[in-house]
Every structure is written in structure tokens, then in C-alpha cells.
């Protein structure tokens, strides 16, 4: 109990950290959303998977989430040339960095597959890659 106290309140101190010097990098830089903002904002979305989609649609909801992962994914072959610069960015980079240009392109290049299914797009890819990649409202 004392241990998950201390680790909450680890968490928030860190949280208010990176709040602030977000803010103070924002005024100093572009108007996208940090990578920070960018990974709470899908914390806070309750993502959903194939595996509570409707049992008739849940398949090509599977096969979907796999075309598109494909195209997006760090380990894929097939990956878009755009992905693979999002994720080299985004190994070096700090919370306080700017979403760069290759996540948006990347996110276009892949939404192509994830529109083929309606679960799949809504529930997961668009949270993850167009919502939580706009600025957010300042709401934390
Ligand atoms: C997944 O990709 C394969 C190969 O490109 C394609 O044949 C198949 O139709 C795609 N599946 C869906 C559900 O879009």
C-alpha cells in the first residue's frame, strides 16, 4: 500500500514535470503535440481490440489490424518508408519532442488498410494515430 502510494505520487511528480516544460516548449516551438501528449492522450482512450468487436465482423477485423500493422509496425518488412522514420525518431527522442512530420505521413500510408474495417479504424487506429496526434486541449 505505502509502495503504490509512493509510486502514484512518482507518477505525478513526473506527469507535472513534463506538463510544464511542455509548456514552455510549446510557447518556444510548432503547434503540434508532443510525444508526451501524444502517449497520454492514448492512456486515457481505453483503445479497444478485434476481440471485442461484433463475432461476425471480428475476422476481418484480425485480418485488417494485421495489413495495417504491417504497414505501420517497427519490425515489418512492408513497413512504409515514412513509419520507418517515425520509429528511428521516435527511439531517440524525448517526451518534450514534437510528433515529426513522419508520424502524420505514416498515419496516412496506413489508414488506406485500417479503413477496410469500421471496428478496427474507429476503435483503434484513429484514436492512436489521428486523434491523440491532434493538439490536444489542455485538459490535465
Ligand atoms: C489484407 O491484405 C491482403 C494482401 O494484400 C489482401 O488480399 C486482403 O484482402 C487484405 N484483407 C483485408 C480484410 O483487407
Known amino acids: 500500500m505505502k509502495y503504490q502510494a509512493i509510486l502514484l505520487l512518482t507518477v505525478i511528480s513526473l506527469i507535472s ?11 518556444l516551438k510548432q503547434n503540434q503535440p508532443t510525444i508526451f501528449d501524444w502517449q497520454y492522450c492514448i492512456e486515457r482512450t481505453m483503445l479497444k481490440t478485434c476481440d471485442q468487436d461484433d463475432p461476425q465482423d471480428r475476422s476481418n477485423c484480425y485480418s485488417v489490424a494485421s495489413n495495417t500493422s504491417k504497414c505501420y509496425s517497427e519490425t ?7 513509419c520507418v522514420h517515425w520509429w528511428i525518431y ?31 479504424f474507429s476503435q483503434t487506429f484513429q484514436p492512436m494515430w489521428i486523434k491523440c496526434s491532434q493538439q490536444q486541449k489542455k485538459d490535465y
Not at 515489418?76 to 515514412?82: I, L, M, V
Not at 521516435?90 to 474495417?117: M, R
Request: proline share 2%.
Open 17 to 27: 514535470t513534463f506538463y510544464y516544460s511542455k509548456n514552455q516548449y510549446r510557447i
Open 90 to 120: 521516435f527511439e531517440s527522442s524525448k517526451g518534450k519532442d514534437t510528433l515529426p512530420d513522419s508520424f502524420y505521413q505514416c498515419a496516412e500510408d496506413c489508414a488506406e488498410y485500417a479503413k477496410e474495417n469500421t471496428f478496427y
Open 76 to 82: 515489418s518488412q512492408q513497413a512504409s518508408t515514412s
